[in-house]
């Protein structure tokens, strides 16, 4: 079986793993501790695996290929769109509690850093809460988990620096684009695309298009039961 050594090393001779506060997150949260328990032998294959729910924990280049446009930085406010699993959360939340920035001004505005993870379905998020508290992020405050829409975003923590979402939806909700702080960027799946959207004014966004990705379709409406 491919470890996770391997794994993260192919991911940086590819040019998809770059940073380091990012390569120290996925050398300290395995990804072998989200899946589940009969798809322990797929968890260092780079390739995506089902969760349950249709839904499914996005393959490693994806998710560090995200991560590296999103750029998240200790001391940020980060709004994370489906929790799955809570990989990406436990990610985030090791990032922001990196100390490769000790000594410079966090990029934050709004004081110690969190990622806030939204979970519209249900078993999902109780399953995202048990995979991150392995970890003490909750404990801490670093992360929080949300049984909601994501579709709407979570105003009572906006703005964030950040938003990045799981899912793929023909739109960015207007919700996001209201909630992320003027100077913050978005990061998320268009369709067959990943758009990063970064917000110069309250109405003014520069976007750039990165193609040839599939994703998950983003639901709003009811939480998942």
């Not at 839904?55 to 290929?65: I, K, R, W």
């Amino acid at each position: 079986m491919i470890s996770n050594r391997a794994l993260i090393e192919k991911l940086m001779r590819e040019g998809h793993l770059k940073s380091r506060r990012i390569i120290e997150a996925f050398q300290q949260i395995d990804r072998a501790r989200f899946v589940p328990v009969e798809l322990k032998h797929k968890a260092y294959l780079n390739e995506p695996l089902p969760i349950g729910f249709n839904q499914t924990m996005s393959q490693p280049l994806v998710v560090a290929f995200m991560l590296e446009l999103l750029d998240p930085r200790p001391g940020e406010r980060i709004l994370e769109i489906g929790a799955g699993s809570g990989w990406k959360t436990a990610l985030l939340a090791h990032i922001l509690e990196s100390k490769h920035d000790v000594g410079r001004k966090a990029d934050s505005h709004l004081g110690a850093g969190q990622v806030v993870a939204i979970e519209r379905i249900k078993q999902l998020y109780e399953k995202a809460v048990k995979n991150v508290s392995q970890f003490d992020f909750i404990k801490r405050g670093t992360a929080a988990i949300v049984h909601g829409d994501g579709s709407k975003g979570y105003a009572e923590k906006a703005p964030f620096d950040k938003i990045i979402s799981a899912a793929a939806g023909t739109f960015v909700p207007s919700a996001w684009k209201d909630q992320v702080a003027v100077g913050g960027r978005i990061v998320v799946p268009i369709e067959d695309s990943i758009k990063v959207l970064e917000k110069h004014s309250p109405i003014d966004f520069r976007v750039v298009e990165y193609s040839g990705f599939r994703f998950v379709p983003l639901i709003s409406g009811s939480n998942g039961g």
